[in-house]
């Protein structure tokens, strides 16, 4: 029950840079960890909540980055459509939405437990190649949308590329503007200048895998754009009067208190024995 050529298997990388292409496209959500990839003109970190979708036939490198899991899903010619496949060539990295990230994690605590079954493995791959062409559908129909707005294109900018160093004259570029026209224009539509909106989108994202995930804090503030785990914490200090490991450390409590709740409630419906 499963379709020609389709496999899914969870993986972990060493440090050692490979590179190779096949003749399948190939669907990789990290779990746990980081790696770097290299897909065509594009380098980025993996985590956890964003993905990379690559072409077949297209040249990656990949090399592992201290522990790392991923989902890997290989994928026949046939099973996306050719939209979704060029919006890839294009612009091979996306963000995982919870759904999705749901479902990685959900075939990786399966997997843990001993094999994929192939029904099992049929099931979450047609599942997986749905909710990529419902994202890459929707990020097409996002792009076509502001195609017209300068502004809006350089901010989909820092949301693809916020882990890259971006300088003004890009973001500038992208909105088809001159530096003081385009500074003026951003900050008439979004109250904060292109640095600050970065630097916010930066902070965010960050503040995910502070929660989300059990990332060491200098591999979050690289995956994030940060030089160094102490540049990530003086931002996070001067910009939201708090510290990445506070953060993490309150998300914890949080989490600890809700299950204690969850518990005394759970004690407290049951009947009493006498």
Known sequence: M????????????????????????????????????????????????????????????FRGCGENRVVVLDVPAAILPDGIL??????????????????????????????LDATVVYHAASLLS??????????????????????AQARALIEARYGEALSAAELAGAARMGLSRFYERFRNATGETPAEYLARTRLDRAGELLRE?????????LAVGFSDQSALTRSFRRRRGTTPAAVRRASRQSANGEFEDRIRIESAARPTML
């Open 130 to 151: 749905r909710a990529i062409g419902r994202g890459a559908i929707a990020r097409q129909a996002t792009a076509s949308s502001c195609r017209g707005d300068g502004i």
């Open 213 to 221: 995930t059990a990332m060491p804090l200098a591999e979050i503030a």
């Open 2 to 61: 499963r379709a020609p050529g389709m496999a899914l298997s969870i993986r972990s990388y060493g440090g050692d840079e490979r590179v190779h292409a096949h003749e399948f496209h190939q669907i990789v959500l990290p779990v746990a960890g980081r790696m770097e990839m290299r897909v065509g003109g594009w380098v980025r970190s993996l985590v956890r909540r964003v993905g990379v979708l690559v072409v077949g036939g297209t040249a990656h490198g």
């Open 86 to 115: 060029a919006r890839a060539a294009a612009a091979p990295f996306f963000a995982v939405d919870a759904p999705l990230d749901h479902l990685a994690c959900y075939l990786d605590g399966t997997a843990s437990l001993g094999a």
